[in-house]
């Protein structure tokens, strides 16, 4: 007979523990009622980058919000992401101000020319309050490539609205920005198949 029972004690035991779940989670809810601007970081020498601010992009086009994306450094392709989100048309302003990466420019001083002309574009979208989200893409390259001072960055993020959220992707992000950052993810790599295995870059994946 207690055999019997055991399944059901279970099942009221695991009712208890999401019920007090429950009401803890109501009550971390109810205390934390602010909004804000965030500033969101994601870099580190993994892949996903860039594909963790695009998701940011869609989830905030979904909601009926503006959104600007400026890359730096990338520009020497279009990829699928921008093509698949032109139909959200004026909602998404797309802006790939670089001419790819730099071992394939060998061009610094035009490099830098062009990630200052990207800089100048981010500052009108950062001071847009229409904009609820700005994406900053391989911003944080251009800053380890000495191509942004980190604390001109710095200085325009504090000039955005303050319902206006802003992303920042690429490896090397500065350790100021990390300080200043509501949000870092650092993505780790643990494999990858160009390196290990030669595949080389493919549509859907890596652009």
Known sequence: MGGDLAPEADAEA?????????????QRVAERDREKGLVL???GDGK???????GLV???????????????IKGGWQPGEARALELFG????????????????????????????????????????SRKLVVLDEVNVAMKL???DPSEVLAGLQCR??????ALTGRGAP?????????????????????????????????
């Open 58 to 72: 869609l989830r905030t086009l979904g909601h009926g919000e503006q959104v600007a994306v400026v890359q730096f």
């Open 90 to 129: 004026e909602a998404l302003h797309w802006h790939a101000l670089g001419e790819g990466f730099t071992w394939e420019t060998q061009d610094r001083d035009r490099d830098r020319a062009l990630v200052q002309q990207a800089w100048q574009r981010s500052l009108l979208y950062l001071a847009d309050a």
């Open 48 to 54: 996903g980058k860039t594909t963790a601010a695009l």
């Open 41 to 43: 970081v994601f870099t």
């Open 146 to 148: 000495g191509y942004l």
């Open 175 to 207: 350790p100021a920005l990390l300080e200043q950052a509501d949000l870092v993810t650092e993505m780790k790599l643990v494999r990858h198949p160009f390196r290990e295995q030669g595949v080389r870059a493919q549509a859907g994946i890596e652009y």
């Open 161 to 166: 609205p303050p319902l206006t959220h802003v």
């Open 14 to 26: 695991y009712r208890r523990r999401m019920r007090r779940r429950q009401e803890v989670q109501r």
